[in-house]
């Protein structure tokens, strides 16, 4: 770049409207949201199996699922859990799987390749949208005297669902807490003998009359066509016409004859909500990420209007959760921060530049941020509070080109160029100095833009914010600002006398200061060795008090919510789970801080938060709570007072009061995971290592995954004494189903819903182990038979009834058995630190852990080392293109050796100023000490420049280096107040997530100045001393004598 459009100013009137369009464009058009959208590589596939144990399910459905899946090479992990009655499996896939749906449906297709789950089992479940929150969840509340009418809740719930699913921009609509709809077959099995049939024989007769399959395929020369048999059960009187089939006087038997059919709900329930003290159907409904949720809320809104006009007066329609409302609240709370760092900025370069240097210099921020919004959605991101982020972030950042470039020009004019000149001279001088600063910066900030996985996606709009904004402020600095400061900025004509500096022209002078500060140059470059000691001295004690940092990695959210959780014992029923609820929501609501609670009962709570995690689908003792408070601030009160009143409200349950974290979905804070094929051994193991972290301070209390001694009724048959029946054990036990919760004949298929078709005794109301005992089987004895030799005798002559007790649940990690103990901690405990306690008790325990079992720890350790590895992944590759950018830029190994100095020192000065300001360690303050690096190395590379510029300091002249430095103290000062002005909105805004990301960035950018005036300058002046200085596109100098004292 040899030039300017100085002398172009069309040019540069279409350049600032094509920014001034794309930009502003793009702030109409580009998608809002509150958080980063994040590609779903996570798919989860639940398998319901009425009736069976954790064992039965485990061997059954999740290990032939488990074995099936994990040959699809993009499969990176597998966890599973297995519960009485369901299989829950997630499958993770590898992070650079970019679009989940082709793996999905390569998944569906192995998992068809499973012909042999048992025929009790339903379809499996898939889902690969359960990782992304709600946009919007809507209330339907019974509110009559009269119980409950699920039909109707469930026939409007199913009303809404449709309709939100044809509104423009949705993605996907769940409805949670409605039960099962199934078609109910009631038979009097004593009357069904009479006939000589039993309820297997009808199960039977059903499942062979719903044809829905292939039959074959027909080809001939032209065609090929595939053979279908009609027949499948499509109503209820299609069901009623099944014929069993002849009665004693020869006619047709009919299944509607001997039985009733009808639509009803499941009874018990298995899932239920409970909403502001009333009972109802919650119907969540997430946009696709491509809208702006501004526009598509307007629109569910007038939906919602319209459809509420059409309730009944028992019904309720409310909207319970809006993302928008949230994300507007964070998006104006950053756009707010925005606005006041360019204040700030405009302030600090008013002061130090004049006013018309200043304005010229802050117009570059309108420029770059239009620039850089038209940048980020070329690159297809969106509007959220990251990508705002990172806009604050590169507003200091963005004005340090226009800075340095107005500066120079305004010193040249005030020597007496002509504005040409000044302008031409400025352009030639800096081009490559600042390309480098910037590309240095720019690869700073690489590792996050290629993070892979979620990790990756939900931060890349800080980078790219940043990246963009470098880049457009490099481009708009050397085109618009050069050519416009060199028409504004004032100077004086050739040939004329001094002007007279006026702070508010021209800028504060600032001798109090100036003075005082080259006498402190002076002592540097006279002992260069000792000033760098010196000027290193407190970045290497931040290094040295890093290791007293807290660590917390993922910090906690500030939404105005959080979680309440219980866990019965695995007997519990959820009638017994529903009393617990209402007691605790009572509770709850006694506090004047809540404004609002919603219970999830059996089911997955709705996710209102990204960080959640769906973990009690189809477990009826167990339910979580969604709990609104009027502020955050009321949240770290709240929370320890809850936990010890509800712990002691409920001593048999297991009650967690939980914050929402940042970060990944953590079940528990600290959790250690023993994995091995026996699970007598893998509880015991569980138990000790349980013992272990009770121990601990600061621990609420623990829990193992491995959930033995689960109640069952165990009913031995005599086989002996079976086969006189005339029956076989499969038989008695499909008998025992139909007579306590039914067996479930076929699925009747209703659109995308399935249907179960459920055969029931009239009888079937048994709660105990004597009941059970007199159950009646119908059988077929030689002697003592009624109707058609169908015999009635209890259970209790052919087997022996027991009360014993099971594995309620079982775990798998990648095919094998596991036990997790999860260990919750006092509100506001660091995970780090507890899990640093840990570490040190286990040295001192010796645990003996038998051969073929390990130990792994997961919790927050886990994703953070995971997270690390990726961070980390690409900084070697950057690295070296980083150095090969600075070289190139100085065509000089030792500057760029001085450069990286000056770098590795600032990310100490981040470490010390997280120190002095008491903030924890974490993710996002890592990555912030990568960007502080770049931005480190752009005064280093000024400064250097400036003394490579000048002969008599690149021969080694202490005075020609002092007054190098002194030229460029204003425009380094300027900028890094500036970055400094820019972050400090967001460090006052508060909250745990980005103020610490700040302060480190700020803080040690300012400290940094330390390194940039009294580091690099010594260094410069004493590689000087050994080796002659390449002159920018010149000859090596010798360098001449100079001080050397120490």
Known sequence: MKGSLYNHPRVVWLILL????????????????????????????????????????????????????????????????????????????????????????????????????????????????????????????????????????????????????????????????????????????????????????????????????????????????????????????????????????????????????????????????????????????????????????????????????????SVHLERIFDQRVYADERLHGLMGNLAEGALVVLLVLLVSLGWRASLVSASILPLTLLASLAITDAMGLRIEQVLVTGLIVALGIM????????????????????????????????????????????????????????????????????????????????????????????????????????????????????????????????????????????????????????????????????????????????????????????????????????????????????????????????????????????????????????????????????ELGTGPPIAAPLEVRIQGPDLAVLESLGEDMRAIISRLPNVTFTKTTLKAGRPMINVKAREDDVSVTGLTLSQVEAQLQALTGGIVATHVIEETQQVPVRLIADRANWSNISSIANMSLIGRPVQGTTSR??????????????????????????????????????????????????????????????????IEFGGESEKRDEAMTKLFGTVGLLMVLMLLAIVLTFNSFRMAFVTFAAAVQAAGLGLFSLWFFNFPLSFVVIFGLMGLVGLAINATIVIQSELRGREAARAGDADAVVEGVMSTGRHIVSTTITTVGGFTPLILAGGAFWPPFAVAIAGGAFLSMIVSFYFAPAAFLWITRYKPVTAPGGEPHVPASASTEI
């Not at 009359?209 to 074959?216: C, E, F, K, L």
């Not at 109503?235 to 509607?256: C, M, N, V």
């Not at 009393?579 to 609501?589: G, P, T």
């Not at 645990?847 to 073929?852: K, T």
């Open 789 to 854: 030799g169908l015999t009635d005798l209890p259970v209790s002559a052919v087997a022996d009834v027991e009360l014993t007790t099971k594995v309620g649940t079982i775990e798998h990690h990648d095919g094998v058995r596991m036990n997790k103990v999860q260990a919750y901690l006092d509100f506001g405990v660091l995970p780090d630190t507890a899990f640093k306690a840990l570490k040190k008790t286990l040295e001192k325990e010796h645990l003996e852990i038998p051969p073929g079992y390990k």
């Open 399 to 658: 004005v340090d080109n226009a800075i340095v470039i107005t500066d120079e020009i305004q010193h040249l004019r005030l020597m007496g160029e002509r504005r040409s000149v000044a302008v031409a001279k400025t352009v030639r001088k800096l081009w490559l100095p600042l390309m480098g600063s910037t590309l240095t910066t720019i690869i700073a900030f690489m590792p996050l833009v290629l993070m892979p996985g979620n990790a990756g996606d939900f931060l890349i709009g800080v980078p790219a914010a940043v990246i963009a904004s470098l880049i457009a402020s490099y481009v708009i600095a050397f085109t618009i600002i050069s050519a416009v400061a060199g028409r504004v900025v004032e100077g004086r004509a050739p040939n004329a006398g001094p002007i007279k500096r006026v702070w508010w022209r021209d800028g504060i002078e600032g001798k109090a200061l100036s003075v005082p500060f080259r006498k402190s140059l002076e002592w540097s470059v006279k002992r260069p060795v000792r000033s760098m000691v010196v000027a290193t001295a407190i970045p290497m004690l931040g290094f040295l008090l890093a290791g007293q940092l807290t660590e917390q990695f993922f910090p906690t959210s500030d939404r105005n919510q959080f979680r309440v959780e219980i866990q019965m014992p695995a007997q519990t029923s959820i009638e017994e789970t529903r009393r617990v609820v209402e007691q605790l929501d009572r509770d709850l609501r006694t506090n004047p801080e809540i404004q609002t609670t919603h219970w999830f009962i059996g089911t997955r709570a709705a996710k209102f938060y990204y960080s959640m995690m769906a973990r009690n689908d189809g477990l009826v003792n167990a339910a979580e709570a969604v709990v609104t408070v009027e502020d955050f601030d009321q949240i770290p009160g709240l929370i320890p007072r809850l936990q010890d009143e509800l712990t002691l409200l409920l001593p048999e349950a297991t009650v967690l009061v939980r």
């Open 18 to 313: 094509l920014i001034v369009i794309a930009g502003f464009n793009s702030f109409y058009t580009m998608p809002r949201l509150e958080d980063p959208h994040m590609q779903s590589r996570v798919i989860q596939v639940t398998t319901f199996y009425p009736g069976a144990d954790a064992e039965r399910v485990e061997a059954e459905i999740s290990e032939k699922l488990e074995r099936k899946m994990r040959e699809i090479p993009e499969v990176k992990e597998v966890w599973s859990v297995s519960n009485p009655g369901v299989s829950l499996i997630t499958v993770e896939l590898e992070d650079r799987v970019d679009d989940a749906k082709p793996i999905t449906a390569r998944l569906r297709d192995k998992v068809s390749e499973v012909t042999d789950l048992p025929a009790g089992a339903l379809a499996p479940d898939f889902s690969d949208t359960r990782i992304y929150a709600h946009s919007a969840i809507m209330a339907l509340t019974w509110h009559a005297d009269a119980p409950i009418n699920y039909a109707i809740l469930g026939r409007h719930a199913r009303e809404i669902e449709s309709q939100i699913r044809n509104l423009t921009g949705t993605d996907f609509v769940d409805v949670l807490g409605l039960p099962q709809e199934e078609i109910r077959v009631s038979i009097d099995d004593a009357e069904l003998a009479a006939y000589g049939l039993t309820m297997e024989d009808v199960a039977a007769r059903i499942r062979g009359s719903d044809a829905r399959g292939a039959a074959g395929v027909v080809s001939d020369a032209k065609n090929r066509m595939v053979v279908q048999v009609s027949g499948a059960l499509d109503s209820l009187d299609r069901i009623r016409r099944i014929p069993l089939g002849l009665d004693a006087s020869g006619a047709s038997l009919r299944l509607g004859d001997v039985a009733m059919v009808e639509r009803a709900f499941e009874n018990p329930p298995s899932r239920l909500t409970y909403l502001d003290g009333h009972y109802g159907v919650v119907i969540a409904a997430r946009m696709f990420e491509d809208y702006r949720i501004d526009a598509w809320s307007e629109q569910l809104g007038t939906l919602l209007g319209t459809f509420e006009e059409t309730l009944p007066s």
